[in-house]
Nanobody, 125 residues
Framework: QVQLVESGGGLVQAGGSLRLSCAAS????????MGWFRQAPGKERELVAG????????YYADSVRGRFTISKDYAKNTVYLQMTSLKPEDTAVYYCALPDAGLDVLLHAHEYEHWGQGTQVTVSS
């Protein structure tokens, strides 16, 4: 059974940094793309960053490009989201997601079958 566990969220001032981690069990990352999504109150869940199965293609939403970095550690079966220059509008619950199939980055939440429990990121102004 696939299980994803996120960690690393918290409260940070604007301009600060956080690193989110997503550790997987029950499946290795090496053959699958991964995504980081976020959902703010009253808004739809959106993809902020995705990485292809071998890391050869990386997607960033326009709102985070240049500030967020997604990476995979194959040895630890963990995917990371390094967030810098955080803004109050980055406040949301962040989720990692894993599809049952797909080497390339999938852009929509409904294409992912497995989700972590979410971790809250709050950026104060």
């Amino acid at each position: 059974q696939v299980q994803l566990v996120e960690s690393g969220g918290g409260l940070v001032q604007a301009g600060g940094s956080l690193r989110l981690s997503c550790a997987a069990s029950g499946r290795t990352f090496s053959s699958y793309a991964m995504g980081w999504f976020r959902q703010a109150p009253g808004k739809e869940r959106e993809l902020v960053a995705g990485i292809s199965w071998n890391g050869g293609y990386i997607y960033y939403a326009d709102s985070v490009r240049g500030r967020f970095t997604i990476s995979k550690d194959y040895a630890k079966n963990t995917v990371y989201l390094q967030m810098t220059s955080l803004k109050p509008e980055d406040t949301a619950v962040y989720y990692c997601a894993l599809p049952d199939a797909g080497l390339d980055v999938l852009l929509h939440a409904h294409e992912y079958e497995h989700w972590g429990q979410g971790t809250q990121v709050t950026v104060s102004s």
